[in-house]
């Protein structure tokens, strides 16, 4: 089993960056492809990026795309998502989350197993 914990959310203002973490317990991570999704009130998880297992390819929604950088450090456990150029339309909570072993690097939700608590992230204008 897979606990995944993010932290690294917060309150920024507009045009600032943050990094959050997710870090994982239990197993290793890297077997698994790891995604970054957020959710805003009353709307359904919105994917945001996602690393493959093996770290030779990445994705991006093109809402963060240029601005957003995920990578994964296999020594520590742990996966990030530099954010920077935030912007009010960022703040949402933010869910790390993994698929089964050696899965694909895929957007839809249905296809991660695993997800951490979420961390909330506001932008202030």
């Known amino acids: 089993q897979v606990m995944l914990v993010e932290s690294g959310g917060g309150l920024v203002q507009a045009g600032g960056s943050l990094r959050l973490s997710c870090a994982a317990s239990?197993?290793?991570?890297?077997?698994?492809?790891m995604a970054w999704f957020r959710q805003f009130p009353g709307k359904e998880r919105e994917f945001v990026a996602a690393?493959?297992?093996?770290?030779?390819?990445?994705d991006y929604a093109n809402s963060v795309k240029g601005r957003f950088t995920i990578s994964r450090d296999s020594a520590k456990n742990t996966v990030y998502l530099q954010m920077n150029s935030l912007n009010t339309e960022d703040t949402a909570v933010y869910h790390c989350?993994?698929?089964?072993?050696?899965?694909?690097?895929?957007?839809?939700?249905?296809?991660?197993?695993?997800w951490g608590q979420g961390t909330q992230v506001t932008v202030s204008s």
């Open positions: 690393v493959k297992w093996n770290g030779d390819s990445t």
């Open positions: 239990g197993r290793t991570l890297s077997t698994y492809t």
């Open positions: 989350a993994a698929t089964t072993p050696w899965g694909p690097l895929v957007r839809n939700w249905n296809n991660y197993s695993h």
